[in-house]
Protein backbone atom coordinates (compact mmCIF):
# COMPACT_ATOMS: atom_id res chain seq x y z
CA UNK A 1 0.00 0.00 0.00
CA UNK A 2 0.81 3.54 -0.25
CA UNK A 3 3.24 5.07 2.26
CA UNK A 4 4.15 8.24 3.65
CA UNK A 5 7.28 8.97 5.90
CA UNK A 6 7.79 11.87 8.22
CA UNK A 7 11.30 12.96 9.38
CA UNK A 8 12.51 13.42 12.35
CA UNK A 9 10.11 11.49 14.21
CA UNK A 10 11.26 12.92 17.36
CA UNK A 11 12.64 16.75 17.79
CA UNK A 12 13.49 18.75 20.90
CA UNK A 13 14.06 22.25 20.73
CA UNK A 14 15.21 24.96 22.34
CA UNK A 15 12.81 28.11 22.55
CA UNK A 16 13.34 30.53 19.82
CA UNK A 17 14.53 27.85 17.07
CA UNK A 18 12.96 26.80 14.12
CA UNK A 19 12.51 23.35 13.32
CA UNK A 20 11.89 21.56 10.04
CA UNK A 21 9.71 18.47 9.40
CA UNK A 22 9.54 16.81 5.83
CA UNK A 23 6.46 14.87 4.93
CA UNK A 24 7.69 12.34 2.14
CA UNK A 25 4.74 10.11 -0.26
CA UNK A 26 7.48 7.25 -1.15
CA UNK A 27 5.35 5.27 -3.61
CA UNK A 28 3.14 7.21 -5.21
CA UNK A 29 2.59 11.18 -6.05
CA UNK A 30 0.68 13.57 -4.36
CA UNK A 31 -1.48 15.91 -5.67
CA UNK A 32 -2.30 17.14 -1.65
CA UNK A 33 -0.35 17.00 1.20
CA UNK A 34 -1.90 18.27 4.40
CA UNK A 35 -0.58 19.20 8.30
CA UNK A 36 -2.07 18.23 11.19
CA UNK A 37 -1.47 19.03 14.88
CA UNK A 38 -2.63 17.09 17.91
CA UNK A 39 -2.40 17.89 21.48
CA UNK A 40 -2.69 15.14 23.83
CA UNK A 41 -5.79 13.42 24.46
CA UNK A 42 -7.53 15.62 21.94
CA UNK A 43 -8.46 15.16 18.03
CA UNK A 44 -6.69 16.29 14.71
CA UNK A 45 -6.61 19.42 13.86
CA UNK A 46 -5.89 20.28 10.27
CA UNK A 47 -3.22 23.38 10.12
CA UNK A 48 -3.19 23.78 6.54
CA UNK A 49 -3.23 21.89 3.26
CA UNK A 50 -0.84 22.32 0.78
CA UNK A 51 -0.41 21.58 -2.94
CA UNK A 52 2.55 21.07 -5.35
CA UNK A 53 3.93 24.56 -6.31
CA UNK A 54 1.45 26.31 -5.13
CA UNK A 55 1.06 28.34 -1.48
CA UNK A 56 -0.69 26.79 1.26
CA UNK A 57 -4.34 27.30 2.56
CA UNK A 58 -4.03 27.45 6.05
CA UNK A 59 -6.84 27.25 8.34
CA UNK A 60 -8.71 29.60 10.49
CA UNK A 61 -6.61 30.62 13.92
CA UNK A 62 -3.13 29.28 12.02
CA UNK A 63 -0.68 31.27 11.64
CA UNK A 64 0.90 31.49 8.05
CA UNK A 65 4.18 33.25 9.24
CA UNK A 66 4.92 30.70 11.93
CA UNK A 67 3.95 27.51 10.37
CA UNK A 68 5.90 27.89 7.10
CA UNK A 69 4.78 25.18 4.30
CA UNK A 70 6.78 24.39 1.36
CA UNK A 71 5.38 21.83 -1.32
CA UNK A 72 8.57 21.45 -3.56
CA UNK A 73 7.12 18.55 -5.06
CA UNK A 74 4.59 15.92 -5.64
CA UNK A 75 6.19 13.66 -3.34
CA UNK A 76 7.85 15.99 -0.61
CA UNK A 77 6.21 18.50 1.78
CA UNK A 78 8.17 20.46 4.76
CA UNK A 79 6.40 21.97 7.27
CA UNK A 80 8.92 24.54 9.10
CA UNK A 81 7.67 25.47 13.01
CA UNK A 82 9.77 29.29 12.88
CA UNK A 83 11.13 30.86 16.63
CA UNK A 84 9.53 27.92 18.30
CA UNK A 85 7.83 28.23 22.10
CA UNK A 86 6.81 25.68 24.31
CA UNK A 87 3.37 25.86 23.93
CA UNK A 88 4.01 24.86 20.27
CA UNK A 89 4.88 21.28 21.73
CA UNK A 90 2.71 18.53 20.15
CA UNK A 91 2.42 15.82 17.87
CA UNK A 92 2.55 16.87 14.19
CA UNK A 93 1.12 14.37 11.58
CA UNK A 94 1.11 15.10 8.26
CA UNK A 95 -0.83 12.55 5.11
CA UNK A 96 -1.18 13.33 1.46
CA UNK A 97 -4.07 13.11 -0.84
CA UNK A 98 -3.18 10.54 -3.73
CA UNK A 99 -4.27 10.93 -7.04
CA UNK A 100 -7.30 8.23 -9.28
CA UNK A 101 -5.13 5.67 -9.17
CA UNK A 102 -4.89 5.55 -5.62
CA UNK A 103 -8.71 6.69 -5.20
CA UNK A 104 -7.70 9.64 -4.18
CA UNK A 105 -7.39 8.51 -0.70
CA UNK A 106 -5.12 9.92 2.02
CA UNK A 107 -2.56 8.44 3.93
CA UNK A 108 -1.03 9.46 7.03
CA UNK A 109 2.50 9.89 8.23
CA UNK A 110 3.95 8.34 11.43
CA UNK A 111 3.97 11.71 13.21
CA UNK A 112 6.32 13.81 14.84
CA UNK A 113 6.77 14.61 18.29
CA UNK A 114 8.16 18.12 18.43
CA UNK A 115 8.81 19.17 22.13
CA UNK A 116 9.97 22.79 22.80
CA UNK A 117 12.26 23.47 25.69
CA UNK B 1 -19.41 25.16 8.70
CA UNK B 2 -18.90 21.13 8.86
CA UNK B 3 -19.15 19.13 11.78
CA UNK B 4 -18.38 15.62 12.99
CA UNK B 5 -19.82 14.99 16.34
CA UNK B 6 -18.49 11.60 17.73
CA UNK B 7 -20.09 9.56 20.73
CA UNK B 8 -19.52 8.48 22.89
CA UNK B 9 -15.92 10.46 23.84
CA UNK B 10 -14.93 7.64 26.02
CA UNK B 11 -16.13 4.05 26.52
CA UNK B 12 -14.99 1.20 29.01
CA UNK B 13 -16.37 -1.80 28.49
CA UNK B 14 -15.78 -5.47 29.57
CA UNK B 15 -14.91 -8.20 27.29
CA UNK B 16 -16.76 -10.31 25.14
CA UNK B 17 -19.47 -7.36 25.26
CA UNK B 18 -20.88 -5.59 21.78
CA UNK B 19 -20.54 -1.33 21.43
CA UNK B 20 -21.29 0.47 18.63
CA UNK B 21 -19.73 4.04 17.93
CA UNK B 22 -21.68 6.81 16.36
CA UNK B 23 -20.58 9.40 14.12
CA UNK B 24 -22.84 12.45 12.67
CA UNK B 25 -21.98 14.79 10.19
CA UNK B 26 -23.06 17.86 9.36
CA UNK B 27 -22.58 18.62 5.73
CA UNK B 28 -22.81 16.41 2.33
CA UNK B 29 -19.46 13.62 1.95
CA UNK B 30 -17.68 11.51 -0.34
CA UNK B 31 -16.57 9.38 1.92
CA UNK B 32 -16.10 8.77 5.50
CA UNK B 33 -13.07 6.90 7.12
CA UNK B 34 -12.65 4.74 10.80
CA UNK B 35 -8.86 5.21 11.87
CA UNK B 36 -7.31 3.54 14.80
CA UNK B 37 -4.61 5.38 17.12
CA UNK B 38 -2.62 3.90 19.49
CA UNK B 39 -1.05 6.20 22.54
CA UNK B 40 1.70 7.90 21.13
CA UNK B 41 1.14 6.21 17.49
CA UNK B 42 -0.23 7.93 13.88
CA UNK B 43 -3.00 6.52 12.75
CA UNK B 44 -4.19 3.91 11.18
CA UNK B 45 -6.77 2.89 8.74
CA UNK B 46 -9.47 0.41 9.36
CA UNK B 47 -12.19 1.47 6.74
CA UNK B 48 -13.04 3.54 3.83
CA UNK B 49 -16.58 3.95 3.16
CA UNK B 50 -17.75 5.16 -0.39
CA UNK B 51 -21.67 5.06 -0.26
CA UNK B 52 -25.19 4.82 1.17
CA UNK B 53 -25.25 1.55 2.83
CA UNK B 54 -22.02 0.87 2.57
CA UNK B 55 -21.01 -2.18 4.97
CA UNK B 56 -17.52 -3.01 5.46
CA UNK B 57 -15.97 -5.61 8.70
CA UNK B 58 -13.03 -6.63 9.63
CA UNK B 59 -12.56 -9.37 12.26
CA UNK B 60 -13.99 -8.06 15.31
CA UNK B 61 -14.96 -4.41 13.78
CA UNK B 62 -18.07 -3.53 11.30
CA UNK B 63 -18.39 -0.15 9.50
CA UNK B 64 -21.67 1.02 8.10
CA UNK B 65 -22.18 4.54 6.38
CA UNK B 66 -25.96 6.17 5.94
CA UNK B 67 -25.56 8.86 3.51
CA UNK B 68 -29.01 10.37 4.28
CA UNK B 69 -29.06 10.36 7.94
CA UNK B 70 -25.35 11.84 7.69
CA UNK B 71 -24.43 8.96 9.90
CA UNK B 72 -21.81 6.44 10.33
CA UNK B 73 -21.27 3.84 12.96
CA UNK B 74 -18.47 1.64 13.80
CA UNK B 75 -19.81 -1.88 15.78
CA UNK B 76 -17.96 -3.84 18.17
CA UNK B 77 -18.49 -7.41 18.65
CA UNK B 78 -17.47 -9.63 21.39
CA UNK B 79 -14.56 -6.88 22.07
CA UNK B 80 -11.23 -7.91 23.42
CA UNK B 81 -8.36 -6.07 25.49
CA UNK B 82 -6.11 -5.52 21.94
CA UNK B 83 -9.11 -3.36 20.94
CA UNK B 84 -7.99 -0.39 23.29
CA UNK B 85 -7.11 2.51 21.70
CA UNK B 86 -8.84 5.63 20.54
CA UNK B 87 -11.38 5.51 17.59
CA UNK B 88 -11.37 8.75 15.09
CA UNK B 89 -14.20 8.85 12.28
CA UNK B 90 -13.56 11.14 9.45
CA UNK B 91 -14.88 13.06 6.62
CA UNK B 92 -13.94 13.85 3.35
CA UNK B 93 -15.11 16.67 1.13
CA UNK B 94 -13.47 16.43 -2.17
CA UNK B 95 -14.39 19.82 -3.75
CA UNK B 96 -13.46 21.43 -0.41
CA UNK B 97 -9.63 19.32 -0.61
CA UNK B 98 -10.02 18.38 3.40
CA UNK B 99 -10.76 16.18 5.80
CA UNK B 100 -12.30 16.89 9.43
CA UNK B 101 -11.92 14.57 12.27
CA UNK B 102 -14.19 13.78 14.72
CA UNK B 103 -12.95 14.49 18.39
CA UNK B 104 -12.20 10.51 19.19
CA UNK B 105 -13.82 7.56 21.20
CA UNK B 106 -11.29 6.72 23.46
CA UNK B 107 -12.27 3.19 23.92
CA UNK B 108 -11.09 0.99 26.80
CA UNK B 109 -11.32 -3.06 27.26
CA UNK B 110 -11.51 -4.43 30.69
CA UNK B 111 -9.66 -8.01 30.87
Known amino acids: GAVVSQHPSRVICKSGTSVKIECRSLDFQATTMFWYRQFPKQSLMLMATSNEGSKATYEQGVEKDKFLINHASLTLSTLTVTSAHPEDSSFYIC?????????????FGPGTRLTVT | ELKVEQNPLFLSMQEGKNYTIYCNYS?????LYWYRQDPGKSLESLFV?????AVKQEGRLMASLDTKARLSTLHITAAVHDLSATYFC???????????FGKGTRLHILP
Open chain 1, 95 to 107: SARGGLAVNYEQY
Open chain 2, 90 to 100: AVDILRDDKII
Open chain 2, 27 to 31: TTSDR
Open chain 2, 49 to 53: LLSNG
